[in-house]
Structures are given as structure tokens and as C-alpha cells.
């Protein structure tokens, strides 16, 4: 069994959780685990658990964004962009972003970005500076999507924490030089706020706000 877990995202602005990033885990002797393939589940499969998953958290009245990861598999599937769209019609007015986490051709991202919008779907990079959303391979996508993502703890997991404060400064130079939307992730106490406040960061997710829960789907 597969279900969506979710984790809160969070307007400093106004401390108020403005969305949640739906994170796919698959149910195991008892336990939830993380998928060993995401692509194990059909994104029209995930498509249903997103929809029951906005209709628990009740977004179409609290107008909160789901944010929803895609690889480049499932991204180059002909049917993800069809099945994106037709859960966006579904759960009108719910807000829907979409989070690639590898770095497609530039066309892809066109073709994308493209259809998206006209569905008022977001766009966004995710774990930029990390894996193969480095700025050499990302940087003439930017144009066509509406936010980024930095996850410190890609950093501190790979044992290089102490390049956070250098790359976050990059990043956020970034986000404004292209107007883009800017989330923090790996936020996990005061100190990470305070980093995120000094470059004028105010969207932030992270175990400081609540780790990923499931979501009561009946």
C-alpha cells in the first residue's frame, strides 16, 4: 500500500503553513518506508492519492499548495502531463505546484512549463546547488519556473555543512535576479532560521515545523 505523507511549508511572514510538500511511502511489515523506485507507482496512481490527499487537508478552502515530486522518468512518461493536468481540473481551486528534482533538457522544461501555466500549476526546481540541479544545468531553465528549492540537508548529509551559508547566498541571489519564489528546506532550529532571516528568506520547511505525517484519507 501507498500513501502520501506530508510536510508542512511555512510563511515566516505571517507563521502561517502556506502548503505541503506530499512525500510517497509505501507501507511494509507494519511500518511506512521510503519507496526503493518512485516509479513503482504510476504517477496516475499517485495522481488518486494526491486528489484524496487535497480533499483530507480540505486545500480547495484553506487555498494551502500541494507541492508534488517528479524525476525525469516520470517527467519524459507521455502521460504524466495529461494526468497532471486532470488532477489540477479535479481538485479546483486547490493550489497544485509541481517539484522536479532532476534537471530536464530545456525543451522538456518548455513544453512544460507551457502547459502548466495555462492550468495555473507552479513550476519548481528542486534541490538546487545538489545532485544534477547544479547552477551550469539549471541556469537556462530558470526562465520558466516560478520558484526554487535549497535543502540544507542534502548538505549535511553529504558532509560539506559548512558550504550552506556560501550557497545559500548564491541561491538567493538567484532567486531575486530571476523573481523567483525561494523555499528553505532542512530547516531545524533557531539557528537555521536566523541564516534563512539574514538573506531574507521567509519560506521555510523543515523538522523545526513538523516532520513529514500521514495524512487521515477516508
Same mark, same amino acid.
Request: glycine share 4%; with cysteine.
Given at each position: ?37 518512485? !516509479? ?46 486532470? $488532477? ?8 497544485? !505546484? ?31 546547488? !545538489? ?63 536566523? $541564516? ?5 528568506? !521567509?519560506?521555510?520547511?523543515?523538522? $523545526? ?10
Amino acid at each position: 500500500m501507498y500513501r502520501f505523507f506530508v510536510q508542512p511549508q511555512v510563511n515566516q511572514d505571517d507563521q502561517q503553513v502556506f502548503g505541503y510538500e506530499v512525500l510517497l511511502r509505501k507501507q511494509q511489515n507494519e511500518t511506512w518506508v521510503l519507496p526503493q523506485k518512485f !516509479t513503482d507507482i504510476s504517477v496516475a496512481d499517485q495522481a488518486k492519492l494526491l486528489e484524496q490527499t487535497a480533499t483530507a487537508l480540505n486545500t480547495a478552502v484553506t487555498k494551502q499548495v500541494l507541492a508534488f515530486n517528479l524525476n525525469n522518468q516520470q517527467l519524459r512518461d507521455p502521460l504524466t502531463l495529461g494526468t497532471i493536468i486532470a $488532477l489540477k481540473k479535479r481538485i479546483n481551486p486547490a493550489a497544485l !505546484t509541481i517539484e522536479l528534482t532532476e534537471a530536464p533538457t530545456l525543451e522538456e522544461i518548455q513544453q512544460f512549463s507551457l502547459a502548466l501555466h495555462q492550468y495555473n500549476i507552479g513550476l519548481v526546481l528542486d534541490d538546487v546547488g !545538489t545532485g544534477s540541479n547544479t547552477f551550469p544545468n539549471i541556469q537556462y531553465l530558470l526562465p520558466f519556473v516560478d520558484e526554487i528549492k535549497f535543502a540544507m540537508q542534502n548538505f549535511r548529509m553529504a558532509g560539506v555543512a559548512t558550504k550552506i551559508p556560501e550557497c545559500l547566498a548564491f541561491w538567493a541571489k538567484i532567486a531575486h535576479q530571476f523573481r523567483l519564489s525561494f523555499i528553505l528546506e532542512g530547516v531545524e532550529d533557531a539557528k537555521d532560521q536566523a $541564516l534563512a532571516k539574514h538573506f531574507g528568506i !521567509t519560506l521555510h520547511q523543515g523538522y $523545526l515545523y513538523g516532520k513529514p505525517s500521514l495524512v487521515p484519507c477516508n
